[in-house]
């Protein structure tokens, strides 16, 4: 299978070394070709992962992602979703035709609130029978690093998941299957919001015990959101789904606990005092909890679902909620 890769960020980054460890040539899509000319005389990602080294053989890099996607069999979309849509808008109706669509990305499309599954079908006749995804508990950071891992690929066909997944199983990277498209996206949109809230209790000075509370309650938050969204979007397995596993309850704590998690370091810089734009202009890496933060809240009207913790913290991010006065109002939900 000929895959392809758009992006180029740390994720993107740690997917092609998995890829490239085992043998695959790949073709990849990055915006700059100045990053292409650096991967080729220094043979690593100029702004990412640093110590990940390539054989520039296996790369076969440029600028037209048009040229990518027709060249692959599968393409890993790796952009970050508030990015997404002014990165795909000239492609062609036809461009995926035929291709299947496996999506890295943590996030839901700004504006629309929609999952990529939903905005691909309905803009590019992408059947969901050809949309695949990869999500965690995994850090691009301890990829790079080849430190055990697991990945978990979601799809309808299973065998067809499999394959997908045998790609990018190493003796570092474990690889998990499961039918659940739409749980395991809205999870990765989720726990990058609470993360972000993880953060900004830490920068108020919180210590272990009340973001051990914390943790606990924003992953029941966050199993009621996803039982009512699956519910809501009549998706099959709605009622079989195991919340505590990795990808859903392993990625939540990951995300929240750890110094490679940049949603919650971004939440940290919020809890010291930082605005949100200051924050966003001291990293060098996108926080998907911010905007997810926004779109959760929108799709929220519809499904009807308690999220005390998650609305505190849409306000902090978007209403001018001092975070002292956002997390008064989680203590007093808290269980």
């Known amino acids: 299978m000929q895959i392809g890769i758009i992006g180029g960020g740390s994720w993107a980054t740690a997917l092609a070394k998995l890829l490239t460890h085992n043998g695959h040539t790949i073709q990849w899509w990055l915006r700059s070709q100045k990053v292409i000319d650096h991967f080729q005389r220094r043979r690593h990602n100029p702004h990412y992962l640093q110590s990940a080294y390539f054989n520039p053989q296996q790369l076969h890099m440029s600028t037209n992602m048009q040229q990518v996607i027709a060249a692959s069999q599968a393409i890993v979309v790796c952009i970050p979703s508030s990015y997404l849509l002014p990165s795909i808008q000239d492609l062609p109706q036809h461009a995926l035709q035929g291709k299947k669509v496996i999506s890295a990305i943590k996030g839901v499309l700004p504006h629309t609130h929609q999952l990529l599954?939903?905005?691909?079908?309905?803009?590019?006749?992408?059947?969901?029978?050809?949309?695949?995804?990869?999500?965690?508990?995994?850090?691009?950071?301890?990829?790079?690093?080849?430190?055990?891992?697991?990945?978990?690929?979601?799809?309808?066909?299973?065998?067809?998941?499999?394959?997908?997944?045998?790609?990018?199983?190493?003796?570092?990277?474990?690889?998990?299957?499961?039918?659940?498209?739409?749980?395991?996206?809205?999870?990765?949109?989720?726990?990058?919001?609470?993360?972000?809230?993880?953060?900004?209790?830490?920068?108020?000075?919180?210590?272990?015990?009340?973001?051990s509370v914390y943790t606990a309650n924003v992953a029941d938050e966050m199993v009621h959101f996803l039982k009512k969204v699956m519910e809501h979007k009549h998706a099959p397995d709605a009622g079989i789904i195991n919340y505590a596993s990795s990808v859903y309850l392993g990625d939540l704590l990951v995300t929240c606990y750890s110094p490679f998690s940049r949603n919650r370091t971004f939440g940290n810089m919020i809890g010291k005092g930082y605005s949100v734009r200051v924050a966003q202009l001291e990293m060098n890496m996108v926080a998907e909890g911010y905007p997810a933060s926004k779109g959760i809240f929108h799709i929220n009207q519809t499904i009807n679902a308690h999220m005390p913790i998650a609305s505190a913290i849409y306000n902090m991010l978007w209403n001018g909620l001092e975070a002292a006065d956002g997390f008064k109002q989680i203590e007093a939900v808290l269980q």
């Open 117 to 211: 599954n939903e905005y691909l079908q309905q803009h590019y006749a992408l059947p969901v029978a050809n949309y695949f995804t990869i999500m965690g508990p995994c850090h691009a950071e301890e990829v790079a690093a080849e430190k055990l891992s697991y990945l978990t690929f979601s799809g309808e066909d299973e065998a067809t998941t499999q394959t997908i997944a045998a790609h990018f199983k190493t003796e570092y990277l474990n690889t998990i299957i499961n039918h659940d498209i739409w749980g395991t996206q809205y999870a990765a949109v989720l726990k990058n919001i609470y993360a972000v809230g993880a953060g900004i209790a830490h920068g108020l000075d919180y210590g272990d015990n009340f973001l």
